[in-house]
């Protein structure tokens, strides 16, 4: 699998090997050893306008055992169930787990998309590594999830907005106490139908400027898709709902820099101090996660070539002079669920800071015309002339 040429999110990825390096005599992940033990009970399949993000799952997962003796076991597709683990497992009791989350289309013709799943393979990878939990040939595991999808097939919804998530994960399953890399360790993968995060068009929402609490620091896993950087969260989302507030904007350090917005990652269309139209967002700098709606946002925005697009240092003083000065057009924050997810307020030091929305849209112009052209790829409506101007003909991968 070929390494992604823009090195805006490849740059911190690139420390992790792509493919297995812990032992070359350990089994290798392979798709070519799957075993298929398919339900003789299948569910009943909900309506799509009844679906909720993340409460139905497909008939089957796909699961593969690791140990430090024997390497990767043979991929297993099998009816959706229960995992039996002994209550020593150390990711219970050290966290020793990692997940990404990606979504399989179906075009106009009824073909299975996926949209730009190597990027995941590496990010996987990567999480995999910073938690001492083994790495695998990502070109495998991903012909695997394509295996899978062909047995699931049924279950991706065709209507446009709609789509499977795919939830790949991967836990530390030794058994035994003590801090330490784990001897044994179970990647599955589970699907959920899923609907259009708007489904009634964008809903803006209003922020608050967390500075009690800290979502991550230099030198630790802020980059990485590991489950220890999610449950700190949680105490600081449910504080600002009991103040009116949908989201957290993650704030750092004395300066007041921003991160991201809730679990997005986060986007300014401005004018700069300079007189120049600007779409910027946080560097990775080690605490940012490598959002692919993040990096595909910022290739899509170049290729376009109608202002600048930055990577670097954003401050609340300078979000609040910009406001002041009426130099912020938009702001948005960037994921898989949402795609691109409008901000109307930042509460800071007391106040609401009110942002640019266009009545019409509920969203900024930039924010929508995002949104069209990501889901637009990702639904292989995006072909020829027009794939190839925008630098994405590589982005929507067909399941044959």
């Known amino acids: ?34 075993v298929k033990v398919l339900t003789d009970k299948p569910k009943p399949k909900l309506p799509n306008d009844k679906l909720v993000f993340g409460q139905t799952f497909t008939d089957h997962m796909l699961v593969v055992e690791w140990d430090s003796d024997k390497g990767w076991h043979s991929p297993e597709i099998k009816p959706y169930g229960k995992i039996s683990l002994d209550p020593s497992a150390t990711v219970f009791h050290y966290a020793l787990e990692c997940f990404e989350g ?27 590594e910073r938690v001492t939990l083994p ?18 097939t049924d279950w991706i919804p065709a209507d446009r907005g709609y789509s499977l998530y795919l939830r790949p994960t991967c836990i ?21 139908p899923v609907g259009p995060y708007y489904k009634t068009g ?11 609490f800290v979502r991550a620091w230099p030198g630790g896993s802020g980059d990485t898709k590991i489950g220890a950087n999610y449950a700190p969260g949680i105490r600081p989302q449910i504080h600002v ?64 070539n109608e202002f600048k697009v930055v990577e670097r240092k954003i401050t609340l003083p300078t979000v609040v002079k910009a406001l002041n000065e009426g130099r912020v057009h938009e702001m948005f924050g960037s994921g898989t669920a949402a795609i691109v997810s409008p901000i109307k307020c930042i509460h800071y030091k ?20 995002i949104s069209e052209a990501v889901m637009k790829i990702q639904y292989g409506e995006c072909q020829g002339k027009e794939a190839e101007k925008w630098g994405v003909q590589d982005w929507s991968v067909v399941v044959d």
Not at 11 to 29: D, I, M, V, W
Not at 360 to 368: P, Y
Request: charged share 20%; net charge positive; proline share 5%.
């Open 172 to 192: 530390a399953t030794q058994e035994s106490l003590g801090v330490g890399p784990s001897n044994k360790a179970l990647m599955f993968v589970i699907a959920s």
């Open 135 to 152: 790495t695998f040939d990502g070109d495998e595991l991903l012909s695997c999830i394509k295996e899978f999808l062909k047995v699931e």
């Open 241 to 304: 709902a009991k103040e009116g507030y949908q989201q957290n904007l993650w704030v750092f350090g004395e300066d007041e820099s921003l991160t991201e917005v809730g679990t997005m990652n986060f986007f300014m269309f401005w004018t700069n101090e300079k007189g120049e139209r600007e779409l910027v967002t946080p560097p990775l700098d080690g605490t940012i996660l490598p959002g692919i709606t993040r990096d595909s946002i910022i290739h899509l925005a170049r290729s376009w």
């Open 350 to 369: 007391g106040k609401d800071l009110q942002i640019p929305i266009d009545p019409k849209l509920n969203a900024g112009q930039l924010t929508k015309r």
């Open 1 to 34: 699998m070929l390494i992604p040429r823009h090195t805006a999110f490849t740059g911190l990825l690139c420390r992790s090997s792509f493919r297995t390096t812990t032992n070359s005599s350990l089994a290798p992940l392979s798709s070519t050893k799957i």
């Open 102 to 128: 990606m979504k399989a289309y179906k075009d106009a013709s009824g073909k299975i998309r996926l949209f730009r799943p190597n990027m995941n393979m590496l990010r996987l990878n990567k999480s995999c």
């Open 202 to 212: 964008f809903n803006p929402v209003s922020l608050y400027a967390t500075q009690d």
